[in-house]
Each structure stands twice: as C-alpha cells, then as structure tokens.
C-alpha cells in the first residue's frame, strides 16, 4: 500500500504539472496566468492593499523531463513492462523528474534579492514558500495589489490587477497566495441521528455495512 501511495503521489505531481500551461518567457523573464479571480473583471477596486501588509506566498516549480516521465508512469502500470510496479522513492523521483537544484536555488536568490523571506524550503524543490510585504510583492512581481468588494460574501479580498511577471529566467509554474478570493471552508454536513437509528455505517461490505480492509482498497485504489 506505501508503494501504491508513492506511485499515486508521483502520478498527481506528474499530471498536475503537464496539464498545467508553460509560462510564457522571453529573454530573462517570463510572465504567468490565471492569478486573477474571473470576478474581478466586472468589479471596481476599492483601493490598494497597504503595502505594509505581509503576505505568505508559495513559489511553484515545473517538472523536468515530461516524455520521459509520462512513458515511466505507462510502464510502471504495465504488466508486461520490466517497470511494472518498480516504483520510485520520493528521492528518485526528484532526482530524475523535479526542479534542478540550480533552479531551486535561482528562485531563492529572485525571492531573496526582492525582500521577501524565505520560510520553508521542499527536499522535492517543487514548492517554495515565501512571506514579505506587500510592496516588496508588487516590485518583485511587477502588480499592484487590489482590494475588491466580494461579490458573493460579505467580506471583501485582495488581487492583483495585472498577471505576475519575473525578471527571472528560471522556469516558474505558479505563485500561490496572491489573492483570498476563495476560502477554504468544511464541506462535511453534520446530521442529526434519528432517534432509534443507529449511527452505522453503510456502504462496507462487512456485517450490517460495516468496513471491511478491502473496502479501502476498492474506494481509494482500485482495480489494483
């Protein structure tokens, strides 16, 4: 099951990065996309995010090697391959599929010469995690940050009001946390007991619906 785990892992990152669109870049910079919530369009800044105001950001790396990477991930799911099964360890498959340490290290050097800190570091170099002012964002990123009415909640959020760009030639997939315009919130209903129900569960395939080992397997990794 940790192998199927680490396959699973391996197979989101993979598909998440090739699905995702290559930045656009020119001669030592590039410029991102889809950092603006749609509602933005039809609606009217109320003024600009103090610049004082920290912000916790996360630096997204491409994968390397996609090709080469897609015909593993056939292989390893194919019985009649000599890959069938021969997973990676998550060090492996940074070694041969995420950001060079070149890179990683490129974008701490950007991150650090705009004054923003850097907080976390990932041993995968996928992610990087920054925090710094709000003006040290707009300059580094080449925004103006908004605040905007919400239109659905009342509450209102903050975006930028151009697409990111960096004067950076070192591949960057995404910039998490430049807007709040979606929180995340529970999405589990709590309901009440009827009296004289018992609270069993249902859809096992185990005595009165109660779970069985396999019933994980067939609910989270199944035809395995």
Known sequence: ???????LNASFLAL????????AQGAGGQALRGHIPAAVAALK????????NRLDLAIGLPLRNGDKLGQ??????DP??????????PAQFTE?????????QAVIAFATAHGLKVSVRHPNRMLLDVSGAVADVERALHVKMQVYEHPTEARTFYAP????ALDLATPVLDVSGLNNYSRPRPQMVKRPVVS????????????????MGKDFRAAYVPDT
Request: overall charge negative; hydrophobic content about 30%.
């Open 80 to 89: 009649g391959s000599p890959n069938f099964r021969h997973y990676l360890t």
């Open 72 to 77: 593993l991930l056939q292989q390893i799911s």
């Open 16 to 23: 998440f990065s090739l699905w995702c669109a290559v930045p």
């Open 96 to 104: 041969q599929f995420g950001p060079t340490e070149e890179d990683y």
């Open 45 to 52: 800044p109320m003024g600009r995010l103090a610049g004082t």
């Open 196 to 211: 004289g129900q018992e609270a069993l569960p249902n859809a096992g395939s185990g005595y009165s619906g109660s779970y």
């Open 161 to 164: 009001d151009s697409e990111p």
């Open 1 to 7: 099951m940790h192998s199927v785990t680490k396959f």
